[in-house]
């Protein structure tokens, strides 16, 4: 079944034509995890379709810049920005984030991703989706470099990961010198083995705050704890 052309939160509709990497749960969880509180400057990497920078936009009053490498993602992400209640704010760059990330005079309060992950495994023959799924663009080690230089002393980057590549992320974190300050494991469904990580880096020492959430309880059913993380976007909770 093809997913539909568009896709329709409480306060804005995202467009999905172009983009390879449509909106996904994925998106959805890390736009509505990360910590905005005190953000006036967010940058979101690899925005896609701009959701996640969109969600951060609603969620916050700060500036966002969103960049993407992909041409055509990054023309359908800046439409679905000037149709939102919140184009003052959001801005779109078609670029490199390694190359953009040299720009140390720019800081960040918050960098968000939802990053490849794919590293060995088959690449799709759609050129732009491999780009979106796969690390040789911009790999865990590019990501985490980048946002160390662009990173305000305080700031914080929050990412979404396979469960399974968690381990060698928070490592390749420390050698660079970040430290975990929350960290939520995602369990598809309770008794279901571990998914997906919500991860959140800091350059200040701390003692980190270790969560887990299911997506489902053991009938199938949405559990309290994604529909209270997620009710300001989806227009079923």
Known sequence: MRRNPWFEFKQFRVEQYKSAMKVSTDSVLIGAWAT???????????????????MMAQRSLATVVAIEIEAAASQEARQNFNQSPWTERLSLLN????????????NFDLIVSNPPFFADSLKS??????TARHTDDL???????????LLAPNGLLSVILPYTCFSDFKEEARLIGFYLKRRTVVIPKIGKLPKRVLIELTLEACYPVLEELAVLDGNGDYT??????????????
């Open 36 to 54: 905005v509180d005190l953000a006036q400057r967010i940058l979101d990497v690899g925005t896609g379709t701009g959701v996640i920078a969109l």
């Open 95 to 106: 670029d490199d984030f390694s190359v953009f990330a040299n720009q140390k005079s720019l």
């Open 125 to 130: 023959k759609d050129k732009a989706l491999a």
């Open 139 to 149: 790999s865990h080690k590019q990501l985490l470099m980048g946002a160390k230089n």
């Open 224 to 237: 309290q704890e994604y529909k209270s993380l997620t009710t300001e976007f989806y227009p079923a909770f």
